[in-house]
């Protein structure tokens, strides 16, 4: 019964490689994130999705696409791998704050890529 | 725009001593307050959560926080810490017409036995 799930846990691959990262919530939020945490443990938002609509988007290369194919998952493509992208990547979901109750941010485990 | 600073990157403290860890937001619309903690290899949970209210929030793990408007503060106290509370531990603001989270660049926190 988790409630923000990313698979996979752990992804080493060599540089110049495509990959993938799912995310899946099942808290009923209307909006999911994707984070990028560095060796530093600088925690940046890379997208944000609302009901399946991009709504923040940093400066993030284009090599990364986010996919939303329904209100429950955000995977997270990468394409031509670069050392650089090694990191941890945190996919959170929440509720929009139109109420108090419904004001957090809920992440998941994190998937360690490692680029060689 | 809204930011979030951690000043101290790195907090020893010895085993049953008490700590606090320091937050400072800067925003021009009201907020809401947020403390999170990463054990080693592990995702972020939510510690506690200031949204309105009593400004001295009480979060899991003994832990607490006081909202200071005037001082633009949300610093995290426990008066006295265990070792398993070596972690890491980011504050963090969204306005409250929005959804988008600023975190600070977070707290490494290392109890000593």
């Known amino acids: 019964d988790t409630a923000v799930s990313q698979t996979p846990k752990y992804l080493v691959t060599q540089m110049g490689n495509d990959k993938s990262i799912k995310c899946e919530q099942n808290l009923g939020h209307d909006t999911m994130y994707w984070y990028k945490q560095d060796s530093k443990k600088f925690l940046k938002i890379m997208f944000s999705y609302n009901n399946k609509e991009l709504i923040i988007n940093e400066t993030v290369p284009n090599r990364f696409s986010p996919k939303s194919p329904d209100k429950a998952h955000l995977n997270l493509h990468i394409n031509s791998l670069e050392l650089g992208d090694s990191a941890v990547y945190f996919c959170?979901?929440?509720?929009?704050?139109?109420?108090?109750?419904?004001?957090?941010?809920?992440f998941g485990p994190g998937t360690r890529l490692l680029v060689l | 725009a809204q930011s979030v600073t951690q000043l101290d990157s790195q907090v020893p403290v010895f085993e049953e001593a008490p700590v606090e860890l320091r937050c400072n937001y800067s925003?021009?619309?009201?907020?809401?307050l947020f403390w999170y903690v990463q054990y080693p290899n592990q995702g972020l949970q939510l510690l506690l959560k200031y949204l309105s209210g009593s400004t001295l929030v009480k979060g899991i793990n003994g832990f607490e926080a006081e909202f200071n408007k005037s001082q633009t503060s949300f610093h995290l106290r426990k008066p006295s810490v265990h070792i398993s509370d070596t972690a890491e531990y980011f504050c963090?603001?969204?306005?409250?017409?929005?959804?988008?989270?600023?975190f600070g660049t977070g707290t490494s926190l290392t109890v000593i036995p």
């Open positions: 925003s021009s619309v009201s907020v809401y």
């Open positions: 959170a979901s929440s509720q929009e704050p139109s109420g108090v109750d419904r004001c957090c941010q809920y």
């Open positions: 963090a603001v969204t306005r409250r017409s929005g959804n988008q989270f600023y």
